[in-house]
């Protein structure tokens, strides 16, 4: 027997822990006391009593039981299993959602039927007991459950500890957890950031071994571990973690230009990332075509700068060129990802627009075309983001936003203006 799943584990009583039930959404207390109620085990679980433990408003509240989906779902009308990897059930309210989830363990490499030599983890439908799920999950301080029947906070895998170290670790062997699933590699950087902490020095070694790992790893579970990277709040350390772990290079080596010094004349672009977090904080809404755009944006800047300031003069690019210019900056990373066409449209017209705003000349009737074209808000949105980095652009900015104003306030007008009626084709005669 492996002395560190089967230890027993460390159980603290309500009185020595800092989780309360008047801090949990109380959706998610109606979910645990009917689980309970109706005889079945029901803790809370992973980032919300993570957050509770270091005083953190959790964003998530999710539930663990050893309930199936389809007796949580007979439990709760109010619910629908999802997911085929991970199926689970989601238990609606008014105002808002539950996950709930059953103890899970990890499979064997017969139940993965994977090719030999491959731990990548394709299927996770496999229950298992509290302390078997408990060993399944990514960190230690993610494995954490709160205990509905008493209060309690059981911990099998050291997580309080960690917690007080503020450390991030792995549970297991590293290289083997991330061979498992590669995109934990980007939460590890996303947690540290995140809370402030640290990341154990064996966690950090495979990290730097495996990162190509993350190749195999579904695009759109990387593409949106990175969007909630970019949204954590603290977006230049997960960045600077990405870079100092040898992850930027794999994933998204477009950011280079906001964490390395530029020789051009285009401004620190290493602003932007604090006018991020400023804006999360504020909780100002980032579309996911302005967070994409965000990370290309300087790469597709200093390209159009080295076209325009080729020879040693200046030679503004055509609409048609920049158009291109954009198509060709953003192919290698719409490809990595695997973008949908909605999402690879909402990145070109973001971009393509913001280019646009540089015109030399505007006149007032084709600001207001412009304002309507698809990817205006984006585009407007990138360069609020802009002047206020690097504060340059106000007077630009400041006529734009004057004609978005003026469109908005059009568009009720001429709601309310009654069609004229039609007038009805006459018949030609034979």
């Known amino acids: 027997m492996d002395p560190i799943t089967e230890r027993r584990p460390r159980i603290l009583p309500r009185a020595e822990h800092k989780i309360s039930r008047q801090d949990i959404d109380p ?12 005889g079945f085990k029901a803790f809370l679980v992973g980032g919300g009593v993570r957050d509770l433990m270091v005083g953190r408003r959790p964003k998530d509240f999710d539930a663990a039981t050893d309930a199936r989906p389809q007796e949580i779902k007979r439990l709760f009308r109010n619910s629908r299993i999802i997911g085929r990897r991970f199926r689970l059930v989601h238990v609606f309210f008014k105002d808002g959602i539950v996950e709930v989830a059953t103890f899970r363990r990890n499979p064997s490499q017969n139940e993965q039927g994977s090719a030999p030599g491959e731990l990548l983890i394709t299927s996770d439908n496999r229950f298992g007991s509290p ?3 408990a060993f399944r999950r990514d960190f230690t301080i993610n494995a954490l459950f709160y205990d509905i029947a008493d209060f309690s906070l059981i911990d099998y895998v050291g997580g309080i500890d960690d917690l007080e170290r503020q450390l991030i670790r792995v549970i297991g062997d590293p290289g083997v957890r991330f061979r498992e699933d590669p995109v934990r590699m980007l939460r590890a950087c996303e947690f540290a950031a995140r809370l402030g902490f640290g990341i154990e020095e064996r966690t950090q070694e495979a990290i730097q071994r495996h990162g190509k790992e993350l190749s195999k790893a579904s695009p759109a579970r990387v593409t949106e571990e990175i969007l909630a990277l970019m949204r954590c709040g603290h977006v230049g350390t997960a960045i600077q973690w990405l870079l100092e772990l040898n992850l930027l290079a794999v994933l998204l080596p477009e950011a280079y230009a906001m964490v390395s010094p530029q020789a051009r004349g285009l401004g620190d672009f290493s602003t932007v990332l604090p006018t991020i977090d400023r804006w999360v904080a504020e909780g100002r809404e980032l579309s996911d075509g302005v967070v994409m755009s965000i990370i290309v944006l300087p790469k597709l800047l200093l390209r159009r700068y080295d076209m325009e300031s080729r020879g040693g003069g200046y030679r503004p690019l055509s609409r048609r060129a920049l158009d291109d210019l ?5 192919e290698p990373f719409v490809s990595r990802f695997q973008l949908s066409r909605a999402r690879s ?12 705003f540089a015109a030399a000349s505007w006149r007032s009737g084709e600001r207001a075309r412009f304002v309507r074209r698809s990817g205006f808000k984006d585009a407007l949105v990138l360069l609020e983001i802009l002047v206020e980095a690097t504060a340059e652009g106000q007077d630009e900015l400041a006529l734009w936003r004057k004609a978005a104003q003026e469109a908005s306030d059009e568009a009720p007008n001429r709601a309310g203006v009654p069609s004229r009626p039609r007038r009805r084709r006459r018949r030609r005669r034979r």
């Not at 954009?326 to 953003?330: A, E, K, L, N, S």
């Not at 449209?345 to 646009?356: E, I, K, M, S, V």
């Open 27 to 38: 959706n998610a207390v109606k979910v645990l006391y009917r689980l309970h109620r109706a």
């Open 131 to 133: 302390r078997e799920d």
């Open 345 to 356: 449209q909402a990145l070109f017209y973001a971009l393509a627009g913001f280019l646009r």
């Open 326 to 330: 954009v198509h060709r900056v953003i």
